[in-house]
């Protein structure tokens, strides 16, 4: 009764998976196989280690439910806690598991089925002396341990339905992508900790940094240490790349599962292997202006229980002294994220002295509107007789109290890359620059000084080799008139 219950804590396929990879790290594997056979009739998946292995006597106890006790204090770099991962993680995908695992002094298999043990009504265990047909026992070497799932039923079905092959490895496929972010530290080999190599079937796992944190263009922040009980957490705030400054590549790469916006805040690791991510535990908000903001959170294994780490080391709280700190350190990333965004419009505003747009900034409130004084607008209203001319105020200021902010908005924050300005056919763009290089010209500006303003200027700027050559022979008209 207790593992049918047990069976229900929640896990999905890719934190189940995890759990049961931290034993082989904490094993000090160096190398795991993930090995999925997936015919739908009888579909199964195996982890396999070169880690240190277990004897008998271990083995048994390995598959007691609790056979650790929660508040030992555990070696730094183990993954465990509990004493429950390999059992309840096993139990919340499959029906059946098989563990072999091998040392100096020799192999042993032990084998639990849900079905053998409710018909017995007792934790009955398969010890095998010499082994049946266990599959890919020909995969472990002189040292490691293979853990196999069978009767995969919560897998196997979909809707209660026995899924295809191709439902099943997509489930496995998606669950690897999500292994490469979890353990991406211990794949990459980073400082500290040793190299892990990770494969499905024979695709090898490649470390996915949610922080881009190789790339010129983010903005790392620094470092920041926080004091518990004795321990140290690191916090260490990262802004990825605006979608101007990251190839197309990797600005759909690095925005993960769900997009850039459901990924923002903290990624706290324990023990450089990641538990939550993408929220502020509730501290801030996550809006479109930090969605480029992620921080880096690294606590050690011994302040677990201040962190409330759950059995699928899945979630995670910061502890009340820890979430002070956040909250400031958040107010200080919020500045950075918000400049990343902001930087682009300022300079157009600033630099650009004949706008078609005007940025209105008072108190908290952000108005567009359309200027009036731009010399191809003024030099329209003033061939209008008096009435028109007050009908054409009354036309610039609907466009602008229309603009759709809520739907650009929406589009920037979903396809920033996709969103452009309405094209200006090739003649009214000519007789646009004519015009407005003649009105500037007849204000009494130098004609020489025009081209670097209307290089600077909307909608000259975005297509200025189109432009330049008809602005140079302008400048030139000029002199010889
Ligand atoms: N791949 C493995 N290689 C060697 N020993 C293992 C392996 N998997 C499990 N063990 C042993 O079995 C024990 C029980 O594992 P289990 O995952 O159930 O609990 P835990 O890792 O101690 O704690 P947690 O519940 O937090 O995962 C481990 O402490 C470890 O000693
Ligand atoms: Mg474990």
């Not at 196989?33 to 015919?39: F, H, K, R, S, V």
């Not at 293979?146 to 997509?170: C, F, P, Q, T």
Request: glycine share 6%.
């Amino acid at each position: 009764m207790l593992i049918e219950s047990m069976r229900d804590l929640g896990y999905t396929l890719e934190t189940a998976l995890a759990d049961v990879i931290d034993n082989s790290i904490s094993a000090e594997a160096s190398e795991i196989d993930l090995l999925a056979d997936t015919n739908p009739a009888n579909p199964r998946i195996a982890i396999l280690d070169n880690g240190h292995g277990m004897s008998e006597a271990e083995l048994l106890d390995a598959m007691r439910p609790g056979n650790r006790n929660p508040l030992d204090d555990r070696s730094s770099n183990d993954l465990g806690r509990f004493g429950l991962g390999l059992k309840t993680a096993s139990f919340s995908q499959c029906r059946r598991v098989t563990v072999a695992t091998r040392t100096p002094n020799g192999l042993v298999c032990a084998r639990w089925d849900l079905d053998t043990v409710a018909e017995a009504d007792d934790w009955v265990v398969e010890i095998y002396e010499n082994e049946p047909d266990i599959p890919w026992l020909d995969r472990l070497g002189d040292q490691g341990t293979l853990v196999i799932w069978e009767k995969l039923d919560r897998l196997a079905e979909a809707d209660g339905v026995a899924a295809s092959a191709e439902h099943v490895i997509r489930r496995i496929d998606d669950a690897a992508n999500h292994l490469e972010l979890v353990f991406h530290r211990y794949l990459a080999g980073e400082r500290g900790i040793k190299r892990v190599k990770i494969r499905l079937n024979n695709r090898q796992l490649e470390p996915f940094d949610p922080f881009n944190s190789k790339h010129p263009a983010t903005i790392t922040g620094p470092e920041e240490r926080i004091r518990l009980r004795n321990q140290d957490i690191t916090v260490q705030a990262f802004t990825l790349p605006h979608h101007k400054k990251a190839s197309p590549q990797d600005w759909a790469r690095f925005e993960g599962r769900g997009g850039y916006l459901r990924n923002q805040g903290f990624y706290v690791y324990r023990a450089k292997r990641l538990i939550i991510h993408g929220t502020w535990f509730g501290l801030a908000r996550q809006t479109e202006l930090t969605k480029l903001a992620r921080v880096r959170i690294d606590m050690p294994n011994q302040l677990d229980s201040d962190w409330k780490i759950d059995v699928r080391k899945a979630s995670a709280q910061p502890p009340m002294r820890v979430r002070e700190r956040l909250r400031t350190i958040i107010e200080t990333i919020g500045a950075t994220s918000k400049r990343v965004y902001t930087a682009r419009g300022r300079k157009l505003v600033t630099d650009d002295r004949i706008p078609v747009w005007r940025r209105v900034q008072d108190k908290n409130e952000i108005r567009y509107v359309l200027n009036a004084d731009h010399p191809v607008m003024s030099e329209f209203s003033s061939k209008l007789d008096t009435d028109l001319r007050s009908q054409f105020r009354r036309v610039l200021e609907l466009s602008a109290a229309s603009l759709p902010v809520d739907a650009l908005f929406a589009d920037l924050g979903g396809q920033p890359e996709a969103v452009s300005s309405a094209k200006i056919a090739e003649d009214d763009l000519a007789i646009l620059v004519e015009t407005t290089f003649r009105v500037i010209a007849q204000a009494g500006t130098a004609a020489a000084s025009i081209p670097e303003m209307l290089r600077l200027a909307e909608p000259f700027r975005s297509q200025w080799e189109r432009v330049e050559p008809q602005v140079t022979s302008l400048v030139q008209e000029s002199a010889t008139t």
